[in-house]
């Protein structure tokens, strides 16, 4: 029984529309049920000096307590102190969707007297992630791999300077291809209007958009609003008989998700409820395939130049005389140096496939 | 500036609701948005005999006519054509939903006088598309990989037999562990309501369902429903005044959609509408990780032999004597020995990571 004329397909009786559905449109909402059931996470990593707010600004976005236990430095301390990396997770729940939430924090970045290559420390700790997820996902167990990439980083830049500080421009330019920079102006309730928007164009000036990967490729949101201008704020205060999040100054009340006073909702609009999606993906498939390939490269370089240095070397009858013993002894050794090298491509070809694979 | 007091976290002022809302319950719409953007693809494939209505049924479940050039062989023919695997590929859309349908089908199944190991070249055929994904998802650039993983197998069961035959029974063995299997009982035109009932009721007896793997994981559906007994039509007849997709026969008109003809619409709703994504995950998930798992433990059990075999070469001192030469050359050749037998460590290492993970 071969098809029967399908003549349906090219005119349905309009009265049996319902019938004429397959039902795949469905698929976007088993997607959506699937991805509620298994539950998200993020790896939001801050970054920049001491003082700037960076706690303060991650628990306003986030409704959350992150750093209860946090033990704060004292000048003489943080002397000594070199950059470290500090990991809290916390897990939070909104209208019955998981989020298991990391921040990764960098204290002691740019707290020092000589911050020559402090943005080392947080390089070093991104490609740690990458390294441990590529072992990972090439390993045989793949079932409860833990992702610790970082998907997004908040770099805090001063009220304080004159646009950015050579430190700023050093570190977005190390890391903006490892991770997403979105850049934030901190504590902006130290700048009047116009000083933000002369402080923007300022950062804008100096180049950052071109670092910032994310935005070039999402081609989302105006750029005039880079770096978003933030106000952090956990205590709620009362504003014209409304309590809302903000700062009581004698001279009025900073409302942190006032779009007149700061940035700080298209900031969290851009970061968790549009784009949060997105970042992932992006580290995902740009920066992580980026670690990925130079990884692979870097290997097969090595391996190329190891067997071209054998060759030579054997070659060479000065410096590596194969030993001229009659019969089979010689044989035996060379064939065991062939099947060694035979060896070493079975497992360029079969684990990493990168020749063939690279113009693919 | 360390956290402020968040005493809103423990008591929300209930004016304030809309306020403490993060915004992260937004998630699965933003995966339900990107995987609209996206598409989806399937990859279903047929198995059967011969004249079970596999391309008719297809055709029905997916609106479309995906065998238009279809050439069917004669008898003489068919006698000297061995199994034999094609594709067809329709990009098809439901609102706004776009699908990347592929159906494999296995001309030539169970047809030929001698059926032995004819699932074979099925089974091969899955596994090709497994090592192909292997050697994709393990190369330098993942960007564009084609997956052609098969997500589904319908399998066609005569409804002529006494439950099943032995070929049934040997390809659903050879398979579950490769694909996930939907058994379906053809043709149930043929059947009476109490014929299919006995139908089923002996196929399940003779252990088809601790064959089905999806079904077990999924736990959905009554297993009773096993196999889906189906009829197809890509003809319109009109029934008690309403155009529907049927067949004609002097006693009576067959209705497709109608439950209590048949099992259409729920063996649509199974794959279709409610597990399309369910099936898909699993073929990711379990069969594909586990062939990979078997590449790579029997790619180390090769390597493990091979240096074993060599170092026992290398030991026993007739069979392979090594030239005892003063000196440099010796040590030399040790060296480049030893040397590449490192590099061999060193891609097991890097490339697969298979003993440190084997456990984890």
Not at 210 to 219: E, H, K, N, T
Not at 285 to 295: F, G, K, L, P, W
Request: glycine share 6%.
């Amino acid at each position: 029984a071969g098809p029967s004329a399908s003549w349906w397909a090219r005119s349905p009786p309009s009265q049996d529309q319902d019938k004429e559905y397959v039902g795949f449109a469905t698929l976007p909402n088993q997607v959506h049920r699937k991805s509620v059931k298994k539950g998200f996470d993020f790896t939001l990593m801050v970054a920049g000096e001491s003082g700037l707010g960076k706690s303060t600004l991650v628990n306003s976005l986030f409704l959350t307590d992150l750093y209860k236990d946090r033990k704060l430095l004292n000048a003489e301390e943080r002397i000594t102190q070199t950059v470290e990396i500090t990991k809290h997770t916390v897990d939070i729940e909104e209208k019955g969707v998981k989020l298991k939430l990391t921040i990764v924090d960098t204290p002691g970045f740019g707290d020092a007297v000589n911050n020559t290559e402090c943005w080392k420390s947080v390089a070093d700790y991104i490609d740690q992630q990458f390294e441990q997820y590529f072992r990972d996902e090439s390993g045989l167990n793949r079932k409860n791999i833990q992702d610790n990439r970082v998907h997004c980083c908040l770099y805090f830049i001063s009220p304080f300077g004159h646009g950015l500080r050579p430190l700023d421009v050093e570190f977005m330019k190390a890391l903006h291809e490892k991770v997403n920079i979105v850049p934030v102006l901190a504590k902006a309730d130290t700048l009047t209007p116009g000083e933000v928007k002369k402080k923007k164009i300022k950062a804008r000036q100096l180049d950052i958009t071109g670092l910032l990967f994310f935005f070039a490729r999402c081609d989302l949101y105006d750029h005039d609003i880079i770096p978003f201008a933030v106000i952090g704020s956990n205590t709620v205060v009362e504003a014209k008989g409304k309590r809302v999040r903000g700062r009581l100054y004698p001279w009025g009340i900073v409302e942190v998700e006032n779009p007149a006073h700061c940035d700080f909702v298209k900031l969290r609009n851009m970061l968790v409820r549009t784009h949060m999606q997105d970042l992932k993906d992006v580290t995902r498939e740009t920066h992580y395939e980026n670690y990925r390939a130079q990884c692979i490269q870097s290997m097969t370089r090595m391996v190329v130049k190891e067997r071209n240095r054998n060759k030579l070397t054997r070659e060479s009858g000065t410096d590596f005389p194969i030993p001229v013993v009659p019969g089979v002894a010689e044989s035996e050794t060379e064939k065991l140096i062939r099947e060694k090298d035979e060896e070493v491509r079975h497992w360029v070809f079969k684990g990493l496939h990168t020749v063939q694979y690279c113009d693919a």
